[in-house]
């Protein structure tokens, strides 16, 4: 028999509708569901003044198994170069700094703010995720982390329960993770409050330096998490969340690449060294900062979405606060906004407050006793921070996502007035940040 | 931190009571459905904000557990 | 084979986030899923797709005894006056039989009595195959509605399009009674009411013939209309190397070579799906271009040439997938 190649379907379909006793029925809609979805994304982070840049891949890979079990899996490569500030403050002459390593150094000029930028560091970090039903309304999802840079090493797991009730309008939900991180620093984890030592040009650390830089025992610390949250939908087009998150971190917290200038109380002006013969540097005393072994943070986070009308409102609010005495606010906002049936427009605005840590302070004063913690680091001082962004999004012909987002972030901060003394009032010591993001996303399944 | 926890206490309990009947019928889940309406609607996209502002902040999570700790912060 | 003795019963089950009612009908399992809101709703709703479905069957099969098919059976060579219900279904019949020339027809049963499908190559002697042949042929039935007057020799059976018809019959009443998004499935033939409103669509699994497929199943997600598979599980012939599905055509009284396993098609209506899946069969080696020429959206799984009966893991033995032209 000859193949029949001629199209029946129009008279089948008349056929099938005389049978029927209905008109034409509403046409069919089946769509085979890829096997996995993958989630990817390219980012470039930049910030002015020649600071951090940053180049990072994404991606995140779904696989939806029968009867709502998934497996997915995540991978990150980032690549941070640029410099990065140290705590230091500007002064009126070039500063001289050794670099972590030990091993070299850099010349700041002066009233320039101090920055490192001997880093070049690539991460690479890896996620699992295993998620199924336990019985008819509960789900259960257990995972991996782990992270790794020259200098740092985490290791973590975590699980997440939640249960539906109420038609399951109502979703409660309890999880917790552990995670170890080791931390190696380069030229080896300083004793807090010594001083910075010469550049020696070929050996590991300073002379006070413990651990050992690369390759030494290095530091540790562990971070517990815990969260609660409930979710509920209000209306058809409503649903809102609300979640609470205790952090537990004890170990080493301090940033072993940071500094406090020591300053003179009566001028503002840093108290200047005379490098030994031979070496260049440090042209200033500054001593390594350091930070309590503990901190314990609590978070309260709330989350809306609202569909108008195919306009979907996503607002935020988050408050945290820690045994560091820092609190922070942050109200996120995003407003996807429909072009046409595949094209859509999404505006972003972020506002973040944060106040500083009860160490948090410029400098340390020649002449005093020193206090028992004590860090220049600028976040962990108290700044308004805001980002602006939009994003571009539309489906291809082929049923994958592609979006582009690009956002300005902005960090303003102010140093309390009461920690400023002499020449330090005239100038504003907070390195303000402003830095770009764009970032390309790509989604799409096989 | 008390009052954050009395308030998560009180929050959560009037939230239970009346939860039974807030809500919608099975049936009337069309727009929740939407991939859009997922309180994370960007996997990959809310992991680089959380990673580039908990390098640049001190303060972290919120939503969920975030993907790992770094040497950033 | 149909057993009067199957009983008939609903149970109804939760699973997922959805609701099972269970029933047997028409030789093989049924099912209706749900979003109705507790379980008595979800036993309403199952038990008006089961009282069609077993209306149908009683009212249509030819195992039966008393019911109007019986009646055209036995009418040797007599008209018989049909009611509406089976005029339609008659006058379907002869649209299709005209549309597939001559390859659908639901007369061919008779041939079925010559043949044993068992994996074996034991073919009947041709003089059989004439005998059988004699009493099949719809264009030797005189249908002037609602008059249906058959030769003495010939029986039909509404198999091939019964399940399938059932399946929209039951979506129809379901549509009617219930704002309830319900997806109804006769033994892998199914359609659905309307959207689910807890998800975008019904998920749906299809899955190779063979158990030890290396190919897990395809996930469908279904917003509306139906899918129907026909296929010949392990009911064949084996004969020179060539496989033989249990699907005969009447034209020729032989099977129909180099079928495939199964063929699944998409389509707005159960009967449409379920006649495209048959009628593809029945090309045999043409299944694929028959389908792609319909511009529908289908599944087709064949066995590798050489390896009949296994599912070999080479890439050629991927399933044929179809888009469709919408």
């Known amino acids: 028999m000859e193949n029949d190649k001629r199209a029946i379907t129009g008279a089948l379909a008349a056929a099938t509708c005389t049978l029927l006793g209905t008109a034409s029925p509403q046409p069919v809609q089946a769509q085979e569901e890829p096997d996995w979805n993958f989630d990817t994304g390219l980012l470039y982070y930049g910030e002015g003044d020649n600071r951090v840049q940053d180049l990072s891949f994404d991606v995140l890979a779904r696989r939806n198994l029968l009867d709502e079990r998934s497996l997915t899996l995540g991978f990150t490569v980032d690549s941070l170069t640029g410099a990065t500030p140290t705590g230091a403050l500007p002064q009126a002459l070039p500063q001289t700094f050794t670099s972590p390593s030990g091993r070299g150094g850099y010349t700041i000029s002066a009233g320039q703010l101090p920055v490192d930028n001997t880093f070049h560091d690539t991460r690479l970090a890896g996620r699992v995720n295993w998620q199924q039903p336990l019985g008819r309304l509960t789900l259960i999802n257990v995972g991996a982390t782990a992270s790794n840079e020259i200098d740092y090493l985490h290791l973590g797991l975590n699980a997440q329960l939640s249960h539906d009730f109420f038609k399951r309008n109502t979703t409660l939900s309890a999880g917790a993770a552990v995670a170890r991180d080791t931390v190696n620093p380069i030229g080896g984890a300083p004793v807090p409050f010594t001083q910075m030592q010469a550049a020696t040009g070929g050996g590991g650390g300073g002379e006070d330096g413990e651990g050992g830089g690369v390759g030494g025992p290095g530091e540790s610390k562990d971070v517990t998490d815990f969260m609660a949250g409930i979710t509920q939908v209000l209306t058809r087009n409503l649903l809102v969340q609300l979640n609470y998150s205790y952090t537990d971190s004890s170990g080493y917290l301090t940033d072993p690449y940071k500094v406090l200038s020591v300053i003179d109380p009566n001028t503002g002006d840093g108290i200047q060294l005379t490098p030994g013969v031979g070496l260049d540097g440090p042209t200033y005393l500054y001593l390594y900062e350091h930070r309590p072994d503990t901190r314990k943070q609590q978070s309260l986070y709330g989350q809306a979405k609202y569909f108008m009308d195919g306009t979907v409102l996503d607002l935020s609010y988050r408050y945290m606060t820690d045994d560091w005495q820092i609190h922070s606010q942050t109200v996120d906002l995003h407003l996807k906004w429909p072009l046409n049936s595949t094209d859509y427009l999404e505006p972003h605005l972020r506002f973040y407050r944060q106040s500083e840590a009860y160490f948090y302070r410029p400098s340390l004063n020649d002449g005093e006793p020193l206090p028992d913690y004590a860090s220049a680091d600028y976040r962990l001082g108290r700044f308004n921070a805001f980002t602006a962004g939009l994003k571009y999004g539309w489906t291809s012909a082929n049923g994958s996502d592609m979006s582009v987002r690009l956002e300005w972030y902005r960090q303003t901060g102010k140093i309390p007035r009461n920690m400023l003394t002499g020449d330090q009032l005239l100038v504003n010591n907070f390195p303000d940040l402003n830095a770009l993001i764009l970032q390309f996303g790509y989604r799409f399944g096989r | 931190m008390k009052t954050v926890f009395r308030i998560v206490v009180l929050a959560a309990s009037v939230a239970s009571a009346g939860c039974a009947s807030i809500g919608v019928q099975p049936w009337q889940r069309d727009v929740l459905a939407r991939q859009d309406m997922q309180l994370t609607t960007d996997p990959v996209e809310a992991a680089i904000d959380d990673h580039i502002y908990f390098s640049k902040e001190a303060s972290s999570g919120g939503r969920g557990f975030g993907g790992g700790g770094c040497g950033c912060n | ?326």
């Not at chain 3, 084979?1 to 049924?30: K, Y």
């Not at chain 3, 109804?184 to 190779?208: H, K, M, Q, Y």
């Not at chain 3, 004969?239 to 033989?244: F, K, N, S, T, W």
């Open chain 3, 1 to 326: 084979m149909s057993s009067r003795r199957v009983s008939r019963r609903v149970t109804v089950t939760r699973a997922g986030d959805h609701w099972q009612g269970r029933f047997e009908a028409m030789a093989c399992p049924c099912e209706v899923l749900s979003e109705a809101a507790n379980a008595g709703e979800a036993r309403r709703l199952t038990q008006l797709a089961a009282t069609e479905a077993w209306r149908i069957e009683d009212k249509f099969s030819r195992y039966l005894a008393g019911n109007v098919v019986e009646r055209i059976n036995t009418a040797a060579g007599e008209p018989v006056e049909v009611d509406a219900e089976t005029a339609e279904l008659i006058e379907f019949a002869t649209t299709l039989n005209r549309l597939s020339d001559g390859r659908f027809d639901i007369s061919s049963g008779a041939l079925r009595r010559a043949w044993t499908f068992d994996g074996s190559d034991r073919v009947p002697p041709p003089a059989a195959i004439a005998a059988a042949l004699r009493a099949v042929g719809w264009h030797r039935a005189s249908w002037t509605p609602p008059l249906l007057r058959l030769p003495a020799d010939m029986e039909i059976d509404f198999g091939g399009i019964g399940k399938e018809y059932a399946v929209d019959r039951a979506v129809a009443i379901l549509r009617e009674r219930s704002p309830v998004s319900c997806l109804v499935n006769f033994g892998g033939d199914l359609a659905v009411t309307s959207a689910p409103g807890s998800r975008r669509a019904w998920t749906v699994g299809i899955e190779p013939a063979d158990a030890a497929a290396t190919r897990s199943p395809a996930r469908l997600s279904l917003a509306a209309g139906a899918l129907a598979t026909s296929g010949d599980t392990r009911r064949y012939l084996l004969r020179d190397g060539v496989r033989y599905g249990h699907i005969l055509d009447p034209t020729t009284g032989w099977p129909v070579p180099h079928t495939p396993r199964s063929v699944t098609v998409a389509a707005d209506t159960c009967t449409q799906a379920g006649m495209l899946s048959t009628l593809a069969m029945l090309e045999g080696e043409g299944a694929e271009a028959f389908l792609a020429a319909q511009g529908v959206r289908y599944w087709c799984y064949r066995d590798p040439p050489d390896r009949p009966g296994t599912v070999a893991n080479s890439p050629s033995d991927l399933p044929q997938e179809g888009i469709s032209n919408a």
